[in-house]
């Protein structure tokens, strides 16, 4: 994955000074996902490049052990090669004081500015890149490289350093559509702070949002609202009909950005079904991946799913030593499941034989179900209980004081103000 930058303004090796980067020097940077390089290719008063060279290690971004029909799949694919939100990711890592502009008078002056990305993902082809970046104010040059999707790119402005990179930094993530983590609100901050001053008046702001914060409605139309986009009339109607997001998608990513937070490299999956959360992790990079459950049938379907985890069938209420050895547990929707005696012998299990640092639990609010006037009893017919908040606050409580663990709470869900969130997280380290 490679970015370069040049500029012709006089002296050229200004831009060592723009970018905090001397060009007599190559540095190295190291990122969850590979390693960041700067070098300069040419370095002269007339002319001057600086090079972002980003290895990735494809190992690193899939899931060691185990074997599946698709395992080559996670690791035969463009991610290394193509710019995309891991080369904005670096950006913001290794060029965040230039991307801030802070070098005094300097960094406020406009010069000739090119940067050429060899290949870029393009879902909307060369006509997408022009609508995107000559409002902009850049000269666009893109090149078919043969792909079908893929694109090379060239950008020439006169324009400040802070913008350009900011540009790259918003805008590849949109024309690939995707990135490689979780989204929330707080990608929302991020698209204001770093759209503020051009995004609102881009004729492809609403592009630009819904692509950058993945089609999720619930982040979506807060960030159009912020910009002053006012949303067509029929879509309204249908976002007041719709939920923003599914519970299940909601509980899945709250579960994805906590894991992210801990710094785990090898996670498990207890309970793991057909491997819903595993599938959403395989994008996150980690060193190992596991799931474990009682259903044969449904470690078949995680298997076609997410062959390359290492996948274990187990009631996980005996001790077993596969479960050992990670850095981060998960019982997503699971404990409800077991009859008090047996869920003592999953907390046993769990907290006292395979001791990951951090295991994350979440489970039904029953005081929640009375909002569901169609429902009656437990939300599934296998539920042997629901916690209240206090029941299950209760529970935490004793696992920390008999296990040596420290737990905080996280809801999950639109909260009701006198029922509280639809699911209950909880989110034990040693």
């Not at 070098?39 to 190992?59: F, G, K, Q, S």
């Not at 005094?104 to 060899?118: D, G, K, Y």
């Not at 599914?246 to 207890?270: C, F, H, N, P």
Request: aromatic letters at 8%; charged letters at 25%.
């Amino acid at each position: 994955m490679l970015l370069s930058i040049s500029t012709t303004h006089r002296p050229a090796t200004d831009l060592g000074f723009l970018l905090h980067k001397h060009p007599d020097r190559v540095q190295a940077f190291r990122l969850p996902f590979g390693t960041a390089h700067v070098l300069y290719p040419e370095a002269t008063d007339t002319r001057c490049t600086a090079t972002l060279l980003l290895e990735i290690d494809p190992v690193g971004l899939t899931r060691r052990g185990g074997r599946g029909a698709f395992a080559l799949a996670e690791y035969v694919n463009d991610r290394p090669y193509v710019a995309s939100s891991l080369l904005s990711v670096a950006l913001v890592t290794v060029f965040k004081t230039a991307m801030e502009g802070r070098t005094p008078a300097l960094a406020q002056t406009e010069i000739p500015l090119a940067a050429e990305l060899p290949a870029v993902p393009a879902r909307g082809g060369e006509e997408l890149v022009g609508r995107l970046f000559e409002p902009l104010g850049y000269e666009v040059t893109v090149t078919d490289i043969g792909s079908g999707r893929h694109v090379g790119l060239r950008l020439a402005a006169t324009t400040r350093l802070s913008a350009l990179l900011t540009h790259l930094y918003v805008l590849l993530p949109v024309l690939d559509d995707e990135k490689h983590y979780w989204v929330d609100k707080a990608e929302i901050e991020k698209l204001l702070r770093r759209g503020e001053g051009w995004l609102n008046t881009h004729p492809e702001r609403e592009l630009i949002t819904r692509r950058y914060l993945k089609h999720e409605r619930r982040l979506v139309n807060p960030a159009l609202a912020a910009l002053g986009e006012q949303q067509p009339e029929d879509e309204q109607r249908e976002a007041a009909l719709e939920r923003p997001v599914s519970l299940k998608d909601q509980r899945l990513g709250t579960v994805q950005a906590v894991l992210r937070e801990t710094g785990a490299t090898s996670v498990i999956d207890l309970g793991c079904g057909s491997g819903a959360l595993l599938e959403r992790l395989t994008k996150d990079g980690y060193r190992v991946l596991a799931g474990a459950d009682v259903s044969a049938r449904a470690l078949e379907h995680a298997q076609r799913r997410v062959g390359s985890a290492r996948l274990f069938h187990s009631p996980l209420t005996y001790r077993d030593k596969r479960l050992r050895n990670y850095d981060a547990a998960t019982l997503v929707e699971v404990i409800e499941h077991f009859d008090p005696p047996r869920l003592r012998a999953l907390e046993q299990n769990v907290f006292g034989s395979a001791q990951p640092r951090t295991v994350i639990v979440t489970t039904p609010n029953a005081e929640y179900n009375r909002l569901w006037p169609s429902l009656e009893g437990f939300r599934h017919p296998d539920h042997r209980f629901e916690f209240t908040r206090a029941e299950f606050a209760a529970w935490a409580t004793r696992i920390e004081a008999e296990y040596g663990y420290r737990v905080r709470f996280v809801p999950v869900g639109p909260e009701d103000a006198e029922a509280g969130p639809p699911t209950q997280m909880a989110v034990f380290t040693r």
